[in-house]
């Protein structure tokens, strides 16, 4: 349930409770991050624009209830994305990983979420202006203070974050990645290489070998696929998802555990070690999540999910 992130003292759980989607109401924000918790979660994953900052505000209150609980869980927040409208009425909606608001935006989580540390500082979208090297003065002037313990990016290529780590004295320990039974591009790409006519598109350049070569832990957001194939089919999904679905509630019925489970263990099965971010707020879907780490998934059950969710058979 639990593994060591390389490059780090981090003990984590396998299950990271995303709080994108945390209510706003306390008493139901409260009672998913208590049943996270009584799960065995260890660690939570936040970003400043989730919710405009109320994502981390709410989760601050869980400290009133847990004392002592901020040393018993890794705390992760993103930076980079900044809001159309800020500062100015015209700014568009772009990404910022400039010296400056790097380290604005971590002084701003850190107040939001009441504490004096983070420890993982993601990088949350690649900057097409960034410069690595004010990238590693912020990190060293974070790291120095105190303030983060670690460093990661978020939806970075591994061309990405070979440019950043060139000039950044300090190991990128994660990466996370949207990875699932129905977006397995990173896994499709190594499989398709030098082929004619690829079934679809290409959407990787060896982002997931990078990450195992550089001990980087990939850590899967929306490996739930948004509940497409576990929690409810759409009455417009096309086949592909459809016949995943099918396939999913098959192998839970057979391994006697909720579809949820099955999604994420076929994530989970994967040998880079991934992570798996969830966001529902159901305490009960939260623990049909965690029970994921007790099915184990034969080769030919995993090549079979993959294949539906995929939409064609491996040549």
Known sequence: MYQMISG???????????????PTEPR??????????????TMFDHADVYQRGAAETMFARI??????????IVLQSKCGIRQAGDPVAHAPKRYDLSRDHILQAVEGSLRRLATDHLDILVLHRPDPLVEPDEVAEAFTRLAAAGKVRHFGVSNHSAAQIALLQRAIGMPLVVNQLQFSVLHSH??????ITNQTDPPHAVRGDGTLEYCRLHDITIQAWSPLARGQVSGGLAADADARTRHTATLVAELAAQHRVSPEAIVLAWVLHHPARMQAVIGTTDPARIAACVAALGVTLSREEWYLLFTTGRGAEIR
């Open 8 to 22: 780090t003292d981090l003990m984590v759980s396998r299950i990271v409770y995303g709080c994108m989607t945390l």
């Open 28 to 41: 139901a924000a409260l009672t998913a991050l208590h049943t996270a918790l009584d799960c065995g979660i």
């Open 63 to 72: 400290w009133r209830d847990e004392p002592g609980l901020r040393e018993r």
């Open 186 to 191: 990173l896994v499709n790409a190594g499989i």
